[in-house]
Structure formats: C-alpha cells, structure tokens
C-alpha cells in the first residue's frame, strides 16, 4: 500500500459521484491511494460504507442526486470533484417516459453543474482544481434509444468546456473522460434492456450492439478508466483542460 502521506494529492480533498460501484469505486480507491481524503457519494450507503472500511481516507456519504436539494447540501470545499454518477434507460423516443428523461437530466447534468458551482469558488481560492467529468463516447457519438443518456452526457461535454475556460486563470483545469462501454452495474443492466428493446440474446448485445463499433473488442475495465483520471489529476496535468479524452477502443476512429 501507498503512502498516503506523501501522495500526490496529500493534503487534498476530493469528492466522487457514484462512487459505490464500477468506475466511481475505482476513481475512489485511486484517490485515496494518492492521498487524497474522498467523501464518496452515492444513493447506496451500504455500499461505500463498505468502501470506507476497506480504504484509508474514504468517508462515505449518501445522496440522490436527482433530489437536487439534496445535492446542495453536499460537500463543496474539494480540490477534485469527479462528477460520474450516472443513469442508463433504453427505449424508443414515442415510448421515453418525461420523467425518467427529466430524473436522468437530473443526475448526470444538473447535479454535475450544482457540484461545479459550487466547488469552484474553493478552489479558486487556493489557486488550485481538478474536474474530472465522467463522459462517454456517447457525450461525442449517438446511439438510438438512449435520448436522455446521450442529450444528458452532450450536456455535460459543453459545462465541462465553460468550466475549463472559466477557470484557466485560477488554476483550475476541466476535462472529460470518453470511454467506450465499461465493465459496470450500468452496463450489465443495460444487457437486459438492449436485449429486449432490440429482441435478441444479452450475448448478442455484447457482440452485435456493444462491440460492433470499437475497434477493441473488449469491455473497458473500471481500473483503466481511474488510471486515466490519475493523468487528469497528476503533475502533467496543468495545461490539460477543455479536452474530450477518449477511452474508446477506437470508436470515434470511424
């Protein structure tokens, strides 16, 4: 195990979205292994209570972020603010319930700019941030029948981008990360709901569905993305700001 003493992100705070689970948990452990002391959210306490048990530096805190309230009266004071939480649902646009729309919207992009707000005026006070925001090869691509999903993750590529402008001159850098599909709970739910919505096997959503417009032809694991969020965080990481990391196996090659 690391020293968290002298880590990079020693004597630095950061907060993670959806941090129970998937990539959330993984952006997590790294961030504590560097030092930095986390409050992971997510709308599971059980789960990043179990988090918190097993890592030095986690504090586990519980929150729907579609109760936008409730996300008001989360953690600001953080040096690193990973916004990854996020919703999938899969359904034709006549049949997309509103409210599952607007919930999603919620989530993935509303709580993303009420958490940014929020945040920024600390760190510009020490002259220092990091937002890291969890995006997708759907934030630059589309895909039928997943509207929210795509117009929430589009969204959250043009905040990510006035954030960097605004915050260039007080050290503060905004990025996104693309991956392509990774191995989580999301995805491995998503299998049930492609399946029926396109009427063929899980396997063949995986082969068919999943796969087909990577080059790469595997999941993405949730340790391969934190790494990446590292790089965001890390010393080479001061004039990286603005950009769309692509993680995608070599879907946006096309």
């Known amino acids: 195990m690391s020293d968290r003493s002298t880590g990079p992100l020693a004597g630095r705070t950061a907060l993670v979205t959806g941090a129970g689970s998937g990539i959330g948990a993984a952006v997590t ?19 990043v209570k179990a988090l918190a048990d097993e890592h030095p530096g986690v504090s586990p805190v519980q929150c729907d972020l579609s109760d936008l ?3 008001d009266t989360l953690p600001a004071d953080v040096d690193v603010l990973v916004n990854n939480a996020g919703r999938q649902h899969v359904s034709p646009l006549p049949d997309f319930d509103p ?7 919620r989530i993935m992009l509303e709580a993303p700019f009420r958490l940014i707000r929020r945040s920024l005026p600390h760190m510009y006070d020490r002259g220092w941030g990091r937002v890291i925001n969890i995006s997708s090869a759907h934030g630059l691509r589309a895909s039928p029948f997943k509207s929210a999903y795509v ?12 954030t960097a402008l605004e915050g260039a001159a007080h050290g503060v850098t905004s990025n996104c990360i693309n991956p392509a599909y990774v191995r989580t709970p999301l995805v491995e739910k998503q299998l049930a709901d492609q399946a029926r919505t396109h009427g063929i096997s899980e396997d063949e959503v995986i082969e068919k569905i999943m796969l087909t417009p990577v080059a790469v032809k595997r999941l ?7 790494e990446l969020a590292a790089l965001l965080y890390g010393p ?11 993680q995608d196996g070599g879907w946006s090659a096309h």
């Open 29 to 47: 452990r790294r961030l504590a292994a560097d030092g930095a002391e986390v409050h992971a959210v997510d709308i599971d306490l059980d789960r």
């Open 69 to 71: 309230a409730a996300v």
């Open 99 to 105: 409210e599952i729309f607007s919930q999603i919207l």
């Open 151 to 162: 117009s929430a993750k589009h969204g959250l590529e043009g905040l990510s981008k006035v």
């Open 220 to 226: 993405i694991e949730p340790d391969e993305v934190a």
């Open 236 to 246: 080479a990481s001061a004039s990286i700001t603005g950009s769309s990391l692509t």
